[in-house]
Nanobody, 124 residues
Framework: QVQLVESGGGLVQAGGSLRLTCAAT????????IGWFRQAPGKEREFVAA????????YYADSVKGRFAISRDNYKNTVYLQMNSLKPEDTAVYYC?????????????????WGQGTQVTVSS
């Protein structure tokens, strides 16, 4: 089992940048597919980005393509989400999630491990 802890959220103006970090508590993290999801008030949790265990397969939601970049450092048991050109509609609680599989998936139900979330607020 692995525990995930997100950090790096905050308040930023539109057009600004933030980098979110997802840190894992166990070395087994290196075989996990990691995804980032977000949930805005009154909305369902939605997929943002995902990366497979060695970084060779990456998926992005259409709404963040070209603005967000996901990466991982397995030596540090950490996955990053670099968010650039932020928009007010990016405001949400961002969660990282893990699944013990090499297959990358984009639906929340296919991830068994979740962090507590970090708030991202983009002001206009």
């Amino acid at each position: 089992q692995v525990q995930l802890v997100e950090s790096g959220g905050g308040l930023v103006q539109a057009g600004g940048s933030l980098r979110l970090t997802c840190a894992a508590t166990r070395r087994i993290f290196s075989v996990y597919t990691i995804g980032w999801f977000r949930q805005a008030p009154g909305k369902e949790r939605e997929f943002v980005a995902a990366i497979n265990w060695d970084g060779t397969t990456i998926y992005y939601a259409d709404s963040v393509k070209g603005r967000f970049a996901i990466s991982r450092d397995n030596y540090k048991n950490t996955v990053y989400l670099q968010m650039n050109s932020l928009k007010p509609e990016d405001t949400a609680v961002y969660y990282c999630a893990g699944r013990n599989s090499i297959a990358v998936r984009t639906t929340p139900a296919e991830y068994g491990y979740w962090g507590q979330g970090t708030q991202v607020t983009v002001s206009s």
